[in-house]
């Protein structure tokens, strides 16, 4: 420490002086101490909230947005390898490449690469199936689609949505779902009744943006009034 020598104007005597020099010292290390402790409890203090906000979950929402409006999405965990490959396809925009181009009232809408040996011979989207039976064709189910080979692999590159409100059962096992509507059946429906040729071809395109966002449990249920039970 730093001494500071101070005198008293009525007396000198060094044993005086001494300890004036040595309370100034020891007052002064007490100083140090103390702000090394703050410092030190502050950082602990901020590192602990980071902590604890990185800690907070947040689940990822596929959003169709379509010139009807946006639908979102929740993904399964249960079929891990279709949702991530969905997202990954979503992040890269290979869907907004397509349009949807098949919509059959009281069955399915689809989106992405249309029903072609082009998109769906050695296509490098193909995913082996991971059926659930707790998970089926309801309404406002998310699938994948395929061509008809044997092994019932799905073609990521394409997707549909059930639009049927009795569900489409038959197809439980045969086809994937991995998601399914937790906003924006009004657009499901807006879709559904459009014009279509004899092919079940949209007469006039129909656009698609798919993306993904990320929401906390809670943004969930304010955003949605979708709960999550774990």
Known sequence: CFFELRTNPESFAHSV???EIEYVCVMKQWVLFISILIAFSTFGC???ENQEIVKEKEYPIAQVQTDFGVMYFWLFDETPNHKAKFIELAEAKVYDEYTFN???RNFVIQG???DSVKYFE???YLLDPEFVDSIGHSYGALGMGRDDNPQKQSNACQFYIVNKEQ???QLDGNYMIFGKIIKGTD???AIEKVPTDNTDTPIEAIPLQVSISYYTKQELSTNFN???SE
Request: hydrophobic share 40%; net charge positive.
């Open 122 to 124: 050695n296509s490098p």
């Open 187 to 189: 657009v499901l429906e």
């Open 46 to 48: 901020s590192s602990k």
């Open 167 to 169: 569900g489409l059962p």
């Open 112 to 114: 992405g690469c249309p």
């Open 17 to 19: 002086i001494f300890f």
């Open 102 to 104: 098949r919509v059959v």
């Open 226 to 228: 979708y709960i999550i």
